[in-house]
């Protein structure tokens, strides 16, 4: 992974400093609330509705496990002993004190980590792959164009106040698995022969708004990859709504305008400094991938491991399942990614205690060269283990409650932190998401549904990816009461979609058997092989919406 | 920004820049030279033969209609842009200008950060540029970074904090008009 130098260390020691000194500046009165409000912002602080909420930056999601201890560490000084992993692969801190965000600052900067650009108006942490560099569909790394746009990004002074928020996603694989078709700005990377470059969408994103991005790009040069990012933003910068906040995301001027024609700004914008000192050099994308290097792999026979893998998957029923469920394949003989849930029943997804951050240092150590991502999806990947191992793996794993063998399932939920926690929810996500995951804890069941996303969001604002679940919940505000909205037929993949709304919403207490009546006419209707997003597109949303509002007879 | 793109334009007079008799320029505390002509309703009534002797600095329609008018009084006559106003609106006129000033209405409004950036790197723009209006003490780094040397600050805090935050960062990932070279050309690179 990427390693800071005296240069990378100088830059977060100012803002740790920096930030120091405004937030003395806060208490003492000097700054007012206002006038506060964007400089914690841009430091990832927030002032939630029981206690400030810190969301420290995982540059697309890479962790080492030094840093894993040090939040670990953090967790217990200064919070209540857990952390929150994000949808945006960052990790947030639910009841640090305001005075002692400056001290949890200077203690991420000592492991090379801060919360720049974590929240406000401005380009947020870029998200990418959790299988970068393993995946067998991988056309090219995304890493190290992601660590150079987190560089480019970072203070950038002429984006800092943007209309609104920014989000840049990186897919380097066939298969999407960063969700680029619902950010600001997607950058799928792309070869034409032995040249690499990128494909560029804009446009898209979730909120009270979704919208699928528009491709304005088919083929960039690599070289040029944050020149033509700039050239986007400045376009934006200046032609973006800042009249209504609602109004004021990319996707809302790219419509506006059409795709084609802001294509033509960013182009024309584009020309005039393509050739300028953000041109990437060859040394620089060197320089940038030689961060991520294969690791000292050891060599198998691929076959051979295989076949005793799989001897293994036969004795134990238990460990064939979390190996269906929780293991990648790996483009390396040998080896598997896999992934630790962190959505057993009844536990917040995405939640994990001081102990299992530790405990997920010790098995990234143990097992996988000492480093680890957070997902999209809010679990943990540990991206290089060897099979044979596998086995001892999962025992560690299930030792420390993260062997839920329900990856990719229906209890596997994205899931924001809902009312219980945010002050901009209409309704708690949270106790849904936990009343859903106590009525399908059938394991034999939730396996024979197979794949399927539902994500919930406790409101418009589509933390959960309600909008791109195979079924989303959206909690809503009715006369004061909660009530929940649920649309089947999203999706972040390559064939992204946006979820449609079933009907009229629904009391938390009916949320449970309306999922099960969704489940059964699936079953019903499905045929052989047919994961549930294509039975719903095969079929379409009429016969759900006759099933869940059907009158009892 | 290309000049066909429409800007969206306020349907009535929004906030307008104050001119504090103190200022920073070049880092250091100065005072203020130059007058500044707020936006008008009645700006058709100004002609450059009623518009008093001495530096002035005008709202940019203004400064389009009499510009041709005022060519003798090159030295004295600036120009400042509101925050819906891009650099193109100048353009290849900023060479001879002597003082730009950049409307921030709201600090929150960062239009001018793109402003002050493509003054300098697209249209060469040497002489004093200026921010004016409602930014804060913390986009001192940001707005020196897009080129600003000159600070009318209009907030209560002390100019003296303003300097010190001059010097917020010791150094930047990316190209800007203070350090034309990112990070990556300077890291020794072979």
């Known amino acids: 992974m990427y390693r800071y130098d005296d240069r990378d260390r100088a830059i977060i020691g100012d803002r740790v400093a920096q930030f120091r000194g405004q937030t003395e500046r806060y208490l003492s009165g000097e700054l007012s609330e206002e006038q506060f409000l964007p400089l914690r912002l841009q430091n990832g602080l927030y002032i939630q509705r029981l206690a400030p909420m810190l969301r420290i930056a995982v540059p697309y999601g890479l962790l080492n496990s030094t840093q894993l201890r040090r939040l670990a560490r953090i967790s217990r000084d200064y919070d209540k002993g857990y952390a929150h992993f994000t949808t945006r692969q960052n990790l947030q801190f639910n009841w640090p004190q305001l005075e002692d965000i400056p001290d949890i600052l200077a203690e991420l900067s000592e492991v090379e980590m801060h919360a720049v650009q974590t929240s406000g108006n401005c380009i947020r942490n870029t998200t990418s792959d959790p299988y970068a560099g393993v995946a067998r569909d991988e056309i090219v790394d995304p890493r190290p164009y992601c660590e150079l746009i987190r560089q480019w990004s970072t203070f950038h002074p002429e984006f800092a106040f943007l209309p609104r928020k920014f989000k840049i996603a990186v897919s380097g694989s066939e298969q999407d698995r960063a969700a680029i078709r619902v950010h600001d700005i997607g950058v799928q990377i792309v070869k034409r022969g032995e040249e690499i470059g990128y494909q560029v969408l804009v446009g898209g994103g979730q909120g009270r708004t979704p919208v699928i991005a528009e491709q304005i790009r088919d083929f960039l040069p690599e070289r040029d990859l944050l020149s033509y990012l700039e050239a986007i933003v400045r376009v934006y910068n200046q032609l973006g709504r800042r009249d209504n906040k609602y109004k004021a995301r990319i996707k809302i001027l790219v419509k506006a305008m059409g795709a084609e024609e802001f294509g033509r700004l960013v182009e024309k914008e584009w020309e005039q400094i393509r050739d300028g000192a953000e041109q990437l050099t060859p040394e620089a994308l060197a320089w940038a991938k030689s961060f991520f290097a294969d690791p000292d792999y050891r060599t198998f026979d691929g076959a051979a491991s295989d076949a005793a893998l799989q001897a293994q998957a036969e004795d134990d029923k238990a460990f064939s399942r979390w190996l269906e469920r929780n293991s990648f394949p790996h483009r390396v003989p040998g080896y598997r990614a896999i992934k630790l849930s962190t959505k057993p029943t009844g536990v917040p997804p995405g939640d994990v205690t001081d102990r299992q951050l530790e405990a997920i240092a010790e098995l990234a150590d143990g097992f996988s060269f000492g480093e680890a991502r957070v997902t999209h999806d809010q679990n943990v990947v540990l991206a290089d283990v060897e099979q044979e191992r596998l086995f001892e793996l999962w025992q560690a794993a299930r030792k420390h409650g993260f062997a839920t063998p329900n990856i990719g399932t229906l209890t596997d939920m994205i899931c924001c932190p809902g009312g219980d926690y945010c002050s901009l929810a209409n309704a708690k996500s949270i106790p849904v998401a936990e009343a859903i995951q106590r009525r399908f804890d059938d394991l034999d069941y939730l396996y024979d549904l197979g794949d399927l996303n539902l994500n919930i969001s406790g409101c418009m604002n589509a933390c959960g990816h309600h909008h791109v679940g195979h079924i989303g919940v959206l909690g809503v505000d009715k006369k004061g009461e909660e009530f929940y909205q649920v649309q089947l037929g999203g999706s972040s993949s390559e064939s992204a979609s946006l979820a449609k709304v079933l009907g009229p919403s629904f009391s938390r207490a009916e949320m449970p058997d309306v999922i099960g009546k969704i489940l059964d006419l699936y079953v019903e209707q499905r045929q052989p092989e047919e994961p549930f997003i294509d039975t719903y597109n095969r079929i379409g949303l009429q016969p759900f919406k006759e099933r869940v509002y059907a009158r009892a007879s | ?190």
């Open chain 2, 1 to 190: 920004m290309p000049a066909q793109a429409k800007r969206p334009k306020p349907a009535k007079l929004g906030p307008q820049p104050a001119n504090p008799a103190e200022l920073i320029i070049d880092g250091t505390l100065a005072s203020n030279e130059w007058r500044l002509l707020p936006q008008s309703d009645e700006e058709t009534e100004i002609t450059a033969a009623s518009l008093a002797p001495g530096k002035v600095i005008l709202p940019y329609g203004i400064w389009k209609a009499l510009k041709s008018d005022l060519s003798s009084r090159k030295t004295e006559i600036g120009v400042w842009l509101d925050s819906d106003e891009g650099a193109e609106l100048i353009g290849a006129d900023a060479e001879a200008l002597p003082l730009i000033a950049v409307h921030f209405p709201a600090f929150a409004d960062g239009r001018g950060f793109t402003t002050g950036r493509q003054l300098r790197e697209r249209y060469d723009y040497k002489g004093e540029l200026r921010a004016v209006g409602a930014f804060m003490r913390d986009q001192l780094t940001y707005l020196s970074r897009c080129g600003f040397n000159a600070f009318a600050y209009e907030g209560e805090q002390s100019l003296l904090g303003l300097l010190a935050s001059l010097n917020d960062f010791s150094d930047s990932y990316q190209a800007g008009v203070d350090q034309p070279l990112p990070l990556f050309r300077r890291r020794g690179l072979s």
